[in-house]
């Protein structure tokens, strides 16, 4: 859902000028990178990314 609304912003910023655009585009990039490292941090944890990702892929 987060990342709908980050969608939503992003869209939104197309509006508004270049350096606006750019603003955005970065914190929002920012956001993600977090979001992405906490959940690595929380499989991580949890021993579910332990097998480096690539359980069930052979």
Same mark, same amino acid.
Do not use: H
């Given at each position: 859902? $987060? ?5 939503? #912003?992003?869209?939104? @910023? !197309?509006?508004? @000028?270049? +350096?606006?655009? !750019? *603003?955005?585009? *970065?914190?929002?990039? /920012? $956001?993600? #990178?977090?979001?992405? /490292? +906490?959940?690595?941090?929380? /499989?991580?944890?949890? @021993? $579910?990314?332990? +097998?480096?990702? +690539?359980? @069930?892929?052979?």
């Amino acid at each position: 859902m $987060e990342t709908l609304v980050d969608g939503l #912003l992003v869209g939104l @910023g !197309v509006t508004l @000028g270049k +350096s606006q655009r !750019v *603003i955005l585009t *970065i914190a929002l990039t /920012l $956001e993600v #990178l977090c979001l992405g /490292l +906490s959940v690595n941090a929380a /499989l991580t944890k949890r @021993g $579910e990314w332990a +097998s480096g990702g +690539s359980r @069930g892929c052979g």
